[in-house]
């Protein structure tokens, strides 16, 4: 075994976890404006038992899950179907909502001396289509043949480091620049926010830059930047800060930073930003940013997949936000419980931490131990011997710590 050479790994972890285990139900709900009845299900089983499920793929129907926990469970923790259900219909989403919320402070607290001084923060949305068609009435998509669909949408902010940070549930009809409202109170001098042309709006960039953060995106291709002043100019590389007020009917009020590079085709690719320091942000690094956002495309590919959300088994409103919020915490465990183990354990460059494979194993693992959430940390050795993956280097993208070396 390895020898650990970050002794604070467990400390942090157990840190994190423990608000699992002392969660104050009472007072979530009085603060969120709900009366919880007495149940013999506590909110504590009820996510793990979803958290679990979900960790071992998530694709079995609700009467399998069931049937599978109880091989396990003691007589006394066994639960039905029918109690499941109701709980998930009865108990308010908001209680999932804000221990989300809370679980995703706690690890930024955790991890923040650990992190650079620069975070990047990835924004994007993504559809949820396994949805009941009776639920078509409550998340509407309507097709390009004018049919009504069951569709939900995740709007979702990302931190490479901690995990989902904010999420934003609305119907299919919305698209994405018309919900980045949640993410203001996430807007730092240190977060670096990277999305695509879904949110190509002169406004947002605005009010980011208002609000001292910093972003990186593609430039619209029918745009035409204004040049105010040359940084770098040569056969592969355009630096210059312009202005994109070019139509008065779309004022922009702050300047950006437009990075041109060129193609092997004779193309030029365009990223603008609002860093103006071409040292503290040299242009070869934009494009590794940007190329940084596809890690949001497999967070959602690993919801999706991995996680059982291609098909939401819940036909209820609140039951299908509960849901939705128990498979956030449960890749904000896992998330963690890989990361700590790679602190704790590292690996040479060419190997790399599988999530799918902690996913499992743990799924496993916590269910035949019979470990609470909180105490999952004891699970970091298994997951440092049996969760290793090969790097394929085709596939392999720049990491945070690369760029902003």
């Not at 399998?64 to 109701?86: C, F, G």
């Not at 208002?210 to 990186?216: E, I, K, N, P, Y």
């Not at 085709?394 to 690369?402: D, V």
Request: glycine share 4%.
């Amino acid at each position: 075994m390895r020898r650990s050479c970050f002794s604070r790994s467990r400390e942090n972890l157990n840190d994190v976890l423990s608000l699992l285990s002392h969660l104050n139900v009472d007072a979530m709900a009085k603060t969120a404006g709900w009366r919880l009845r007495r149940r013999k299900l506590p909110l504590s089983r009820q996510l793990s038992l979803w958290v679990r499920a979900m960790w071992r793929g998530g694709n079995a129907s609700l009467a399998t899950m069931i049937a599978r926990h109880n091989l396990v469970a003691p007589e006394a923790m066994r639960v039905t179907e029918q109690a499941l259900s109701k709980l998930d219909c009865r108990r308010p989403w908001e209680l999932f909502a804000q221990l989300f919320e809370q679980l995703a402070a706690r690890a930024d607290r955790g991890l923040r001396r650990h992190l650079g001084n620069r975070r990047i923060v990835l924004l994007d949305g993504s559809m949820v289509k396994g949805l009941a068609p009776r639920l078509a009435a409550f998340f509407p998509l309507t097709s390009n043949a004018g049919r009504q669909l069951a569709r939900l949408k995740l709007h979702m902010l990302l931190d490479l480091d901690v995990g989902p940070r904010a999420v934003k549930i609305t119907d299919g009809n919305n698209s994405d620049g018309q919900h980045t409202d949640f993410i203001w109170k996430h807007v730092r001098c240190n977060r670096l926010f990277v999305f695509d042309l879904g949110y190509w709006n002169f406004a947002f960039l605005d009010s980011i830059t208002d609000r001292g953060g910093c972003f990186v995106t593609r430039v619209f291709p029918t745009s035409r930047p204004v040049v105010v002043r040359w940084i770098r100019r040569d056969d592969c590389w355009r630096d210059y800060v312009a202005r994109l007020d070019r139509y008065p009917d779309h004022p922009k009020k702050h300047a950006v930073r437009v990075i041109e590079q060129r193609r092997p085709d004779g193309t030029w690719w365009r990223w603008c930003t609002n860093v103006m320091d071409a040292d503290a942000l040299p242009a070869e690094c934009v494009p590794k940013m940007y190329r940084l956002r596809w890690q949001i495309e497999i967070f959602f590919r690993q919801m999706k997949q991995m996680l059982g959300l291609k098909r939401v088994h819940s036909m209820n409103v609140n039951a299908v936000l509960v849901e939705l919020f128990c498979a956030l915490i449960a890749y904000l465990v896992m998330h963690w419980l890989v990361r700590w183990t790679a602190m704790a354990f590292p690996l040479p460059p060419n190997r790399r931490y599988c999530l799918r494979r902690a996913c499992r194993l743990v799924g496993v693992l916590s269910e035949r131990l019979k470990l609470p959430l909180s105490a999952l940390s004891k699970l970091i050795e298994p997951v440092a011997i049996h969760c290793t993956t090969a790097v394929n280097k085709k596939r392999a993208t720049p990491t945070q710590n690369a760029i902003l070396a």
